[in-house]
């Protein structure tokens, strides 16, 4: 038996989350925190993880403090509290395997009467069973056949769960589901890299009342059988990563920091600077004129006031009646500025659908303001999947947001939303049907702003949360790296990293600039210049190109934990680069640190 003392887990030291291995007969786990993560059949990947997640009436996240850990012959056992928050929910996770089942259990009680949105076990599938069919045994013993979706799919592909059963990896796999009714969404979405069995449903009202001391109870049971059939492990063998001519190289810029204070002494990066004005704050003339300090083209998204005695009207007198005098202040403020392009969002759904953007249209018209106007979200990729037909066909653009730790803190989340990223770029250009530019931003560690609270609830970023200590480190740069490799497909016109200084900022305190600040420059460096852009083999190493009349300069990054040998094949546009001829290719080999990147001439 061994045992430890108590861990909080939102907030690993390093850049790592800590693991710990476990394993029984044919099953395997690693413990990563309060997470079971990882589990694994024969060395198949069966599941992504089990984890408890514990939410209070605005879906904020309690983090969990990691108590007594045993390992025993009845299997693992993981005690876990909520650490704070005003949420006390404390209880038990034990792990145990049994020939080909394993099951995951939680046990435990609030402390005091609990206000929630959802309080149980989650269950993260792998993005790679995109497509499987799958099996859906509800309650009342029916059965639904459907996929797991191959598209990013806007609602729930399943709900009204029992049981799901689907085959990957040569074994038949069955997970029964117990304490509750459980549905499944698509997390792609936020850039998760899983589909997310969960209770309870959203159908049912929430949030809803845990009484103190009630006893909570659920489990997860996954059963395996036949021959697994392994992934082929990486070996030392170079990745390679083919990057083919994919029309301009986006506009990269940041984004004015929301923290406040002067303009930093070095202007930003880019040719445009986004900036966000909340205009039911008598701070956003403030914001702009810190915004317009450094001379740059402005992004400029506002976020119209809130009238709550008028939600009654249909949303287009509602935003008449609510927002014409601020969208009229706001634009004749800007009528001496240079605007880039200009967006207007509801304060409630976070969309600038048709009733935004006609409110917006006839205030830049009154003042005879010519810019371009952009449709979508000021939120995640979610919300432009759900809404976007809310749009007008006519904008000039479509813009959505993305965070990779909505729903986790930790760093391996981080890393895998990297793949992610670059399929919720291609579909956002899809949704655009090839006639629209879409505009990725801001893209932040950590949400700007709680876009599931209610109207009535506080929609700021949480203060324990919103600075992440990750912006500081070095790794993040190769994350942004790869991050412009997933996400400069063709149809992205400009992608706004984080802010100009601040937590969020690529300068830190006393006007440092962060690592990250190295490429976000270069990158920025590289705007209209033709791309060249390829998808990564294995979602941790990725290389992307700008060509131009002086060369081509390919950018490499390594997100995994060791070591790389990567071989980048750069099409000389003249033919298929695979046929290895040199006269249709050009072969950069690298050998990348852990977590680094580099860029060279080729």
């Known amino acids: 038996m061994n045992a430890q003392d108590d861990v909080a887990t939102h907030e690993p030291p390093g850049w790592w989350t800590p693991a710990e291995p476990w394993s029984r007969g044919r099953w395997s786990v690693e413990r990563r925190g309060d997470e079971i993560a990882d589990v694994r059949y024969d060395g198949v990947l069966v599941l992504r993880s089990v984890r408890l997640v514990v939410r209070d009436d605005a879906w904020r996240t309690a983090d969990l403090v990691v108590g007594q850990v045993r390992d025993d012959a009845d299997g693992l056992s993981v005690d876990v509290r909520t650490a704070a928050g005003g949420v006390d929910v404390r209880g038990t996770i034990r792990v145990a395997a049994a020939g080909p089942r394993l099951t995951v259990a939680w046990a435990g009680a609030p402390a005091g009467d609990l206000l929630t949105n959802r309080t149980g076990l989650v269950v993260l599938h792998p993005p790679h069973v995109a497509g499987a069919a799958l099996e859906v045994s509800h309650p009342d013993a029916s059965v639904t056949r459907t996929r797991f979706p191959r598209a990013i799919s806007p609602h729930q592909p399943a709900r009204d769960i029992a049981a799901l059963a689907w085959h990957d990896g040569g074994l038949d796999l069955r997970l029964d589901l117990r304490g509750d009714v459980f549905e499944m969404e698509d997390q792609r979405n936020w850039t998760d890299a899983s589909f997310k ?288 490799a997933a996400l400069a497909v063709p149809g992205v016109a400009s992608i706004a990293w984080f802010e100009d200084q601040g937590p969020r900022g690529l300068v830190g305190p006393a006007g440092v600039p962060r690592p990250v600040a190295e490429p976000v420059r270069v990158l920025a460096g590289l705007a209209g210049r033709e791309l060249l852009s390829g998808a990564s083999p294995d979602g941790r190493v990725w290389a992307l190109g700008a060509r131009d009349g002086a060369g081509t300069l390919v950018l490499a990054a390594n997100l995994d934990r060791r070591a790389r040998t990567v071989t980048v094949v750069v099409d000389t546009g003249h033919d298929e680069p695979e046929d290895g001829d040199a006269a249709t290719a050009r072969r950069v080999g690298l050998r990348l640190a852990p977590q680094t990147w580099t860029s060279v001439w080729a």
């Open 197 to 484: 069995t969960y209770s309870r449903p959203l159908t049912l009202p929430f949030p809803y009342l845990l009484r103190a001391g009630a006893p909570l109870r659920q489990a997860v049971e996954v059963t395996a059988s036949g021959r697994a059939v392994r992934a082929r492990d990486q070996d030392d063998g170079p990745a390679v990563v083919r990057l083919r001519a994919a029309g301009i190289f986006p506009s990269v810029i940041t984004s004015a920091s929301t923290a406040g204070g002067p303009a930093p002494a070095v202007p930003p990066p880019g040719d445009a600077l986004l900036v966000e004005l909340d205009l039911a704050t008598t701070t956003w003339p403030a914001v702009l004129a810190r915004a317009a300090d450094p001379g740059l083209p402005l992004d400029v998204r506002l976020i119209l006031p809130d009238d709550l005695p008028d939600h009654h009207l249909p949303a287009a007198d509602a935003v008449a009646v609510t927002s014409t005098a601020a969208l009229a202040q706001a634009v004749a403020a800007l009528r001496a500025l240079p605007v880039a392009r200009i967006a207007a969002f509801s304060p409630t759904t976070h969309v600038a659908g048709a009733a935004e953007v006609s409110a917006l249209r006839a205030a830049l018209a009154r003042t005879g303001t010519s810019a371009k106007v952009l449709g979508g979200v000021r939120a995640h990729f979610t919300e432009l999947n759900r809404c976007h037909d809310l749009v007008p066909a006519d904008v000039d653009g479509l813009t959505f947001s993305t965070t990779p730790l909505f729903h986790s803190g930790d760093t391996e989340q981080l890393v895998e939303s990297v793949a992610m990223q670059r399929l919720v770029a291609a579909q956002a250009v899809d949704l655009a049907a090839g006639r629209r530019p879409v505009h990725v931003g801001p893209v932040t560690l950590r949400p700007r702003f709680n876009d599931v609270a209610e109207p009535h609830q506080d929609r700021r970023a949480d203060p324990a949360h919103d600075a992440d200590p990750r912006q500081s480190r070095a790794e993040l740069a190769a994350w942004v790296v790869a991050g412009a």
